[in-house]
């Protein structure tokens, strides 16, 4: 390998959660704990530096375990953010990862190089070490733009749910109200969800109202070029 | 700075040209020519290695202009490639970008550690060194995706354009045949076209035949969260 310059490269992953209790989107920030570090004590979003040879994705799921023990229902690159002078360390490049987690997962625990764990509203965040507040910013108009065209909205919910349970994830991303009956006859034409009626006792005849997510389905729709629209 | 493991960073530039003559999507490549290089001979996506605290981005601009002489109209960052081994002179991460050219200005040389330049149909491509050929395809999906809700075909376009000249655009990189009247009526919708009539002697009376893109105008309508949507 020549001897070019060599940056260094971390991960970070901004990682939402919906707390259905108050209906708000949150996000999972970690306090820098390591003394002696930059921004010691700081907010930041977890991450981490990439170790040998470790695939991107990979390295973002193991930082997010190590400092928080969250397991994502789903996650994807988001950017890579290299502005010079973003670390007051060096030149380091950050690759961002947006997560999704379950809101019946949303028990986390801060670890190894983070003091602390807790989700935060994004509508009242701290101040953010480094440029976290920009990467954050990026990872909320990309999933608020994601919400209208993909059904991402389901990894924020139980494996099974309740049609209101649904609009109301859609409603607290994009903090808006839907009309009911447009979004159910919208949802419902995509053939996605299927009855997860059998998982409890229903009185028969009655229309289910328990529902889980057919992935496989969903996938057949977008191998066709279908759009998962539900919000307009 | 901590004595964390670094792997390299290169920025590499997916560049999509249209061939007007023959209504072709194309894409820049060079001929890669440093002797005992990994993949000396083989077609690649013009990039190299970022340099100390460069900003991502610039270092895109700069390496495309060294090895292409290319100044792109648009570009935008596309993705990170880091699998493991998809280098074989060690671990090697790649900012990837794409960028757009107009078609008046396909002029390019090699140069630098481009032994050639030149256009390659999207139909018709050589092997591509390293993982170039999934950076390549990420890209062409993007722009194929992009065009049908942000108008990034006038920036393949001159900067003076018939309705028919950004029709053959839109049909080139959709790789379909789109209804006149209706893509007509739907791109003079959104307001942001106008008359470059000035520019050359027309019949009075006459509807005007060229124009150029309002660039305001369409930030304005941005803004307020209107999509450029013209293919449908």
């Not at 260094?8 to 704990?33: E, M």
């Not at 993909?150 to 924020?156: I, M, N, R, T």
């Not at 309740?162 to 419902?188: A, H, P």
Request: glycine share 8%.
């Amino acid at each position: 390998m020549p001897n070019y310059h060599r940056p260094s490269v971390t991960v970070d992953v901004v990682v939402f959660g919906l707390d259905d209790s108050v209906g708000a989107l949150k996000v999972l920030l970690i306090k820098r704990g390591r003394p002696g570090t930059a921004f010691e004590g700081c907010w930041a979003i977890p991450g981490g530096f990439i170790e040998k040879d470790e695939d991107l994705e990979v390295a973002a799921r193991r930082e997010l375990r190590e400092e928080t023990h969250a397991e994502p229902s789903y996650i994807e690159q988001l950017a890579t953010f290299g502005r010079p002078g973003r670390d007051p360390r060096g030149h380091v490049i950050s690759v961002a990862y947006m997560a999704l987690v379950r809101c019946d997962s949303l028990v986390i625990q801060g670890d190894d190089d983070a003091k602390e764990a807790r989700w935060w509203s994004v509508d009242h965040l701290p101040d953010l070490a480094f440029d976290h507040a920009e990467i954050l910013a990026t990872a909320l108009k990309r999933l608020r733009n994601k919400v209208r065209w993909q059904p991402v909205g389901l990894d924020l919910l139980p494996l099974v749910f309740t049609l209101s349970d649904l609009q109301r994830v859609y409603e607290t991303i994009l903090g808006k109200s839907l009309d009911k009956r447009n979004f159910r006859r919208k949802v419902m034409s995509y053939g996605v969800l299927v009855s997860a009626e059998s998982m409890r006792v229903g009185s028969p005849g009655r229309p289910p109202s328990l529902f889980r997510f057919d992935r496989e389905a969903y996938e057949a729709l977008q191998e066709e070029g279908v759009e998962f629209e539900v919000t307009a």
